[in-house]
């Protein structure tokens, strides 16, 4: 049986969790910055788990079968509510469960839309195409992006 849990990020070792954020797989799907060192990840970190206290926002560790396969969350970004999603190669496939799960907390949260942002290396989600409000291209930190605005109902 798969079981996804999602620990706070001030219960995870992130010495687990630098590898895969540093992951080449992972990197090509994201905004190029440099490489995490151990200094610099805990300090993502602290700056995550602000964002976390900030009302109408979580940032959680995932797992897969207690194993670290990355990070999630609902963040405000520009006056809107945005949803983030980096898992590693050996947790590809749980993307859409993570989502749901995300959108579950918007709902929980009272929220009536997010926005969710993929990296322009990252095929169209059919799935997301149906649920959205709407679909484009965006710039972002100059950076090319499929923007998929959805209703949280």
């Avoid at 969790?17 to 995490?36: M, Q, Y």
């Avoid at 207690?66 to 496939?93: P, S």
């Avoid at 993307?95 to 995300?102: D, Q, T």
């Avoid at 009272?110 to 149906?130: D, Q, S």
Wanted: net charge negative.
């Amino acid at each position: 049986m798969t079981e996804i849990t999602y620990p706070r990020l001030d219960a995870i070792d992130a010495e687990e969790l630098l590898p895969l954020l540093n992951s080449p797989r992972v990197r090509e799907h994201l905004i190029a910055h440099p490489l995490f060192t151990l200094p610099s990840l805990q300090q993502w970190l602290v700056e995550k788990q602000r964002v976390d206290a900030t009302p109408g926002c979580r940032v959680r560790a995932i797992a897969l079968n207690d194993e670290l396969i990355g990070w999630c969350g609902i963040q405000r970004e520009n006056d809107e509510y945005e949803l983030a999603v980096v898992i590693g190669e050996q947790g590809w496939g749980v993307g859409k469960a993570v989502f749901l799960e995300l959108m579950d907390w918007a709902r929980a949260m009272g929220h009536r839309e997010v926005a969710i942002n993929f990296f322009h290396t990252r095929r169209p989600y059919r799935f997301l195409t149906k649920r959205a409000i709407s679909v484009r291209q965006v710039e972002l930190l100059g950076a090319s992006f499929t923007r998929y605005q959805l209703a949280v109902d």
